[in-house]
């Protein structure tokens, strides 16, 4: 019998777990209570107990109350909370995660649902849900539902949605992927809108040549589930078209690369090809809310709810010495493709984001400081020109070929 994990505070959800535990069971699934609560008693016996889940974490329980240092405590669940779902998963004792709560109970459940692979269901019903769900969700595959109410009863509202979650993790569990016919290569692809069509003919391409292509849009964890897929072995070779969320990371846009970003193929030696597209850009919200420090540059209304700014050459030469930096440091196969005609669909002659200028601080500043050993192709063509695109496919191909020689 497939078994969800329910993790959280059952000293002052231990109502709402209970309630959500029996329409689980109603679905013919076993239920295992794992309590990671501090402030006192749980209101239903658990599976696994608070103590041991503070232990997994590193920290005594007693310790953790005597503190009274809320932060600190939510910190050492969350810790222990992920130890101890991936002990069980390993195990084979479960094979979904759920949790219920505001947002201490939010960060100590998806902690634990964070650190499972990605597949594993997660389902996390939260008060923080209709926000900014990037701290709790991160790059892995946590569903989030919206709780409406706070989860402090069972009432007409709550008793609805924790039905509905119920049936959503239990569904979750008791779908089985279907098996593809053919197992092919990995290949992780970073796109933006304005590099689609040189994604587009590059995916093309290596399907031809026998590969599966993910492809990833680069909106801050964009990149990093692609990485993450690296390190979990998923993925064994990058074509790494769309560096965008570097922009936005050093320049302060909404949507910014985590700190390992274009690191970790390179120091797992796992090929890839890397381009330069969308390094024309940061990302913000509605244009009234760009900072203000940037009123006066070219700024370009892309929807009603994304504004994009032009990089300016100081930028781009940091940006580039960024760039170079982290692939002389790559351990395995690596080329760079430059395109010299602009690097998005914007940046182009004639285009809102041409800037001459700009772009030759890019280029010179990757010519100053990559070192001579790194692979680098100069071409005189846009960054979605299908040339280009069939290029970096074609030596992504030979790279990989190499590689497993």
């Not at 389902?123 to 209709?130: E, F, Q």
């Not at 979990?232 to 965008?244: K, P």
């Amino acid at each position: 019998m497939p078994v969800v994990a329910l993790i959280g505070t059952l000293d002052t959800k231990g109502v709402e777990y209970a309630f959500m535990a029996d329409r689980i069971r109603e679905h013919g699934l076993g239920v295992m209570l794992v309590d990671a609560g501090v402030v006192g008693e749980p209101q239903v016996a658990p599976d696994i107990t608070s103590a041991a889940v503070a232990k997994a974490g590193g920290s005594e329980l007693v310790d953790l109350v005597n503190a009274s240092d809320r932060g600190a405590a939510v910190d050492a669940m969350a810790r222990g909370a992920a130890t101890v779902a991936v002990d069980l998963f390993k195990e084979g004792k479960i094979d979904g995660v759920a949790g219920l709560g505001g947002s201490g109970g939010t960060v100590i459940a998806t902690a634990a649902m964070r650190a499972l692979p990605v597949g594993v269901p997660k389902l996390m019903v939260s008060t923080m849900a209709s926000g900014d769900t990037r701290p709790y969700v991160g790059a892995a595959d946590v569903t989030m539902m919206y709780s409406v109410v706070d989860i402090a009863s069972v009432n007409q509202i709550s008793a609805q949605i924790l039905t509905n979650a119920a049936g959503a993790i239990a569904g979750m569990v008791k779908a089985t992927a279907p098996e593809l016919d053919v197992a092919r290569p990995l290949v992780g692809a970073s796109m933006f809108g304005v590099t689609t069509d040189c994604v587009t003919v590059a995916r093309e391409r290596l399907e031809e040549l026998g590969y599966e292509v993910l492809i990833f849009h680069q909106t801050g964890t964009g990149g990093q589930s692609m990485e993450e897929l690296v390190s979990a072995g998923f993925i064994e070779a990058v074509l790494d078209v769309t560096t965008t969320e570097l922009c936005d990371a050093l320049v302060g846009g909404v949507l910014p690369a985590w700190a390992e970003r274009l690191e970790v193929a390179g120091r797992l030696g796992v090929p890839q090809v890397v381009s330069l597209g969308a390094l024309d850009m940061v990302n913000f919200g509605p244009k009234d809310s760009v900072p203000p420090a940037f009123a006066e540059r070219n700024l370009y209304v892309h929807n009603p709810s994304v504004t994009l700014m032009r990089t300016t050459p100081e930028e781009c030469a940091q940006l580039a010495r960024q760039i170079a930096t982290k692939l002389n440091e790559a351990t395995g196969p690596t080329a760079l493709f430059v395109p010299l005609r602009g690097v998005s669909a914007i940046a182009v002659e004639g285009q809102v984001f041409h800037d001459p200028a700009a772009d030759r601080a890019l280029f010179d500043g990757l010519r100053e400081h990559l070192d001579p050993d790194v692979e680098t192709h100069w071409l005189d063509l846009e960054i979605n020109d299908p040339a280009f695109a069939r290029q970096m496919a074609e030596r992504l191909h030979e790279l990989h070929g190499e590689w497993k020689s």
